[in-house]
C-alpha cells in the first residue's frame, strides 16, 4: 500500500477578516444621529476634545465625564473608549460597558455598536449573540455603518440571527458603498468563494483592493492573496510582496507570514530563506499560529537556519495551542516519527484527530494509516477508509489512491474492484504524476479486461 509521510504544504491566505472591532477613535465633534447632548454638556464635551487633541488625556476624561454627568452621549461614548483602551485614565473594560449603556440609551450610533462588541465577545460579561444582533441593529438603524457591517456578519453566519445570506450581501454592499472596508472585504470573500453570489474572482479582486484602499489591512492580505494566485487578475507576486511587505511593516502578522513564505519560495522575491525565517519569527511573536508552524517547518529542515528538531516540535506545539491545526498535525508527524521529541503515536493519532477536524486533510490521512495499522489506536480498517475517503472529497489525491487499494483489497469495505480503478482515475484526475495511482490502475485494468 502506498504510505505518504508529507510535511504540510503552508496554506497562507487568509480568505476573510471578519471585524468586530470597537470605533475606538474619539475624534467626534458633535454627537451622532439625533443631538443627544445638552449645550452645557456639548459645550464640556467640546473643551474635552481640544484638551483630547492637545495630548492632555486625563484633562480630557475629567470633562468628558461632566458631560456625561450632564447627559451628554458624546461625552459618555469617548470616556467609554478611553477606559476601554487605557487611556489617560486606567483600563476598566466594566466601566467602559456602563459607558456605553448609558450612551447607547441616548442614542449614540457608535456606542451601541461598541456594546454590541462587547455582547458578541463576551467581553467582561455573559456573551449574548442575539442582544449584540439587536444592538448592532440599533445602531444600524441610527445611521452607524459599522453597526450594519458587522450585523452583516452575523447574518452571515447565522450568528445571534437566522442565517440569511442575502440579508449579508446588502448589508455588506450597502457598507462598502458608504465608504466601510469590512464590507467591501466580506463582499469580496462572498465572491471569492461563491457563497451566496456566483463566484466572480475580478469582482473579489475589485471589493478586496478597496477594503485595503481604505485602511483595512485584512483586505490588503486578500488582495495580495488573489494577486499572488493570479486569480482575477495578471498574476503578480512582486505586486503581492509589496502588498505583504507594507502591511508587514503596519504590524500586521499575516502579512509577515504571506511574506516570509515568498522568501522562503523565491516567490516575487529572490529567494532568501534567512529573511523568511526572521519573518515567519515576526509573525509567530506576533501571534500569528500558523507562522510559528511555518517556522518550525524551517527548523525541522534547517531551511534558514541551522537543523533542530527540538525547537521544531516547540513551535509546533506553540501553533496547535494557538489553535492552527497545521500545527497540530506537523506536531503529530513529530510525535509519530520520533522527531525532536520521544514517539508516542498514540498521542500522535490525538493531535492528527485535532488537527483533522480542524480542517487539514493530510492529518486525516495520516490518522487513517494509524487505524489501518493498528499504530496508536485500535486497528479498524473501516474507520480508515471513512478518513481517506474524507480527504478523498476534499482532493487529496493519496487519499482516493488509498481508497482504492482498500476496495482492491476488501479491507474494510467489501471487495469491489471497479470502486478500485474509479478512486484510482479520481487520483490520477487530481494528480497526473501520482505512479501508484497509475501502476494500480493499470493492474486492475487487465483483471477488469478494461482497455
Known amino acids: ?74 461625552g459618555c461614548y469617548n470616556l467609554g473608549v478611553m477606559y476601554n483602551d487605557g487611556a489617560g485614565v486606567p483600563r476598566n473594560a466594566n466601566r467602559a460597558f456602563g459607558l456605553f449603556t448609558r450612551a447607547c440609551e441616548g442614542d449614540y450610533p457608535s456606542a451601541c455598536n461598541n456594546l454590541a462588541v462587547m455582547y458578541r465577545e463576551g467581553s467582561g460579561i455573559p456573551r449574548n449573540e ?10 444600524c438603524n441610527l445611521g452607524n455603518v459599522q453597526g450594519c457591517a458587522n450585523l452583516g456578519v452575523l447574518y452571515d453566519n447565522g450568528a445571534g440571527v437566522s442565517q440569511d445570506r442575502a440579508r449579508a450581501t446588502d448589508l455588506y454592499r450597502m457598507t462598502c458603498e458608504r465608504g466601510n472596508a469590512l464590507g467591501c472585504n466580506n463582499l469580496g470573500r462572498l465572491y471569492e468563494q461563491g457563497e451566496a453570489l456566483n463566484r466572480d474572482f475580478p469582482r473579489a479582486v475589485s471589493f478586496y483592493s478597496k477594503a485595503c484602499e481604505l485602511g483595512m489591512e485584512g483586505g490588503c492580505l486578500n488582495w495580495g492573496t488573489l494577486l499572488e494566485r493570479g486569480q482575477g487578475v495578471v498574476q503578480d ?31 516575487g522575491v529572490a529567494r532568501d530563506p534567512a529573511r523568511a525565517v526572521n519573518l515567519y519569527g515576526k509573525a509567530c511573536d506576533g501571534g500569528n499560529a500558523r507562522a510559528c508552524s511555518n517556522l518550525g517547518s524551517m527548523y525541522e ?8 528538531p527540538i525547537e521544531a516540535t516547540r513551535l509546533y506545539r506553540r501553533s496547535c495551542d494557538g489553535g492552527q491545526s497545521d500545527g497540530c498535525y506537523n506536531l503529530g508527524v513529530a510525535y509519530q516519527n520520533g522527531a525532536g521529541v520521544a514517539a508516542k503515536p498514540s498521542y500522535a493519532a490525538s493531535l492528527y484527530r485535532q488537527a483533522c477536524e480542524g480542517g487539514t486533510d493530510l492529518a486525516c ?87
Not at 246 to 267: R, T, V, W
Not at 301 to 308: F, I, M
Not at 413 to 437: H, M
Open 1 to 74: 500500500m502506498f504510505r505518504a509521510k508529507e510535511m504540510l504544504l503552508r496554506a497562507m491566505a487568509i480568505l476573510s477578516l471578519l471585524c468586530f472591532q470597537l470605533c475606538i477613535s474619539p475624534v467626534i465633534a458633535v454627537a451622532q444621529g439625533r443631538p443627544a447632548s445638552p449645550d452645557d454638556a456639548r459645550t464640556i464635551f467640546q473643551s474635552g476634545m481640544a484638551s483630547y487633541r492637545a495630548g492632555n488625556l486625563p484633562d480630557a476624561a475629567e470633562k468628558f465625564q461632566r458631560a456625561c454627568d450632564l447627559n451628554g452621549a458624546a
Open 237 to 267: 507576486a512582486t505586486h503581492a510582496a509589496r502588498i505583504y511587505s507594507d502591511i508587514c511593516d503596519k504590524g500586521f502578522s499575516p502579512g509577515c507570514n504571506n511574506l516570509g513564505a515568498l522568501f522562503e519560495n523565491g516567490k
Open 130 to 139: 442575539s442582544y449584540a444582533a439587536s444592538l448592532y441593529m440599533r445602531a
Open 301 to 308: 529542515r534547517g531551511v534558514g537556519v541551522p537543523r533542530d
Open 365 to 451: 490521512f495520516n490518522l487513517g494509516l494509524l487505524y489501518e495499522d493498528g499504530v496508536g489506536v485500535a486497528r479498524d480498517p473501516n474507520e480508515a477508509v471513512e478518513l481517506y475517503s474524507k480527504t478523498c472529497r476534499n482532493g487529496l489525491a493519496i487519499g482516493c489512491q488509498n481508497v482504492g487499494v482498500m476496495y482492491y483489497n476488501g479491507a474494510g469495505v467489501k471487495r469491489n474492484p471497479r470502486l478500485a480503478s474509479d478512486n484510482f482515475r479520481r487520483a490520477l484526475e487530481i494528480n497526473p504524476g501520482l505512479t501508484e495511482a497509475r501502476q494500480n490502475l493499470a493492474r486492475v485494468a487487465r483483471e477488469l479486461g478494461d482497455k
